[in-house]
């Protein structure tokens, strides 16, 4: 199983990098983003609570992620047609990180590495602000931007300091066209499995 971590601060990347890396090594993609959106679109319960947090830039709770992501690992579980899993925005705290090491352990396999993308913040804010143009997302704005950072700094950048005392955090250089920072991924991923 090749289960990968793609990590960094809003705007490096990471959504468009994983639709490249999901292709090449046939695996289930898992963006927590993506998960909580969804359920604001339905307007469920955990949608609108989530909602309020998002759009204030602040992490949701650890728990409600940890359900999501539970979730999905328990349907890949049975599936034949993916040889691992990528998680996209998760884990974003060490509490998520050491929850993802004991539920992959449950299933008997493990992180096999976390892909971190390295962009300057002066970078991350002006491509979201690009990104804010044409998406709908109610947290692609300025004030909310720089919510976003400050929690990253102070609950997230930690999580890799997790990857690095277990041997598996790679960093690439987040900068350049799509095709070279996804060959740089790609030289790292084949040496961490
Ligand atoms: P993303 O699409 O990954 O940038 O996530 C958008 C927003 O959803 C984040 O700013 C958080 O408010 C929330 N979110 C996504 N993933 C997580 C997570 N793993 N832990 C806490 N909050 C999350």
Not at 36 to 54: C, P, S, V
Request: hydrophobic fraction near 40%; proline fraction near 3%.
């Amino acid at each position: 199983m090749l289960n990968i971590v793609i990590f960094g601060p809003p705007g490096a990347g990471k959504g468009t990098q994983s639709q490249l890396l999901v292709e090449k090594y046939k695996l289930a993609y898992i963006s927590t983003g993506d998960a909580l959106r969804a359920e604001m679109a339905a307007k469920t319960a955990l949608g609108l609570e989530a909602k309020a947090l998002i759009d204030q830039g602040q992490l949701v709770p650890d728990q409600m992620v940890i359900d999501i992501v539970q979730n999905v690992i328990i349907a890949r579980q049975s599936s034949k047609e993916v040889e691992g899993i990528l998680f996209d925005g998760f884990p974003r705290t060490v509490l998520q990180a050491q929850a993802l090491d004991r539920m992959l352990e449950h299933t008997g396999s493990a992180i096999s590495c976390m892909v971190s993308l390295d962009v300057p913040e002066k970078e991350l804010i002006e491509r979201i602000l690009i990104r804010a143009k044409t998406s709908d997302r109610s947290d692609d704005n300025e004030e909310t931007i720089t919510k976003r950072l400050n929690e990253y700094l102070l609950k997230t950048k930690p999580v890799a300091e997790y990857y690095i005392a277990q041997g598996k955090f790679r960093e690439v250089n987040g900068l350049g066209s799509i095709e070279e920072i996804s060959d740089r991924l790609i030289s790292v991923i084949d040496e961490c499995h």
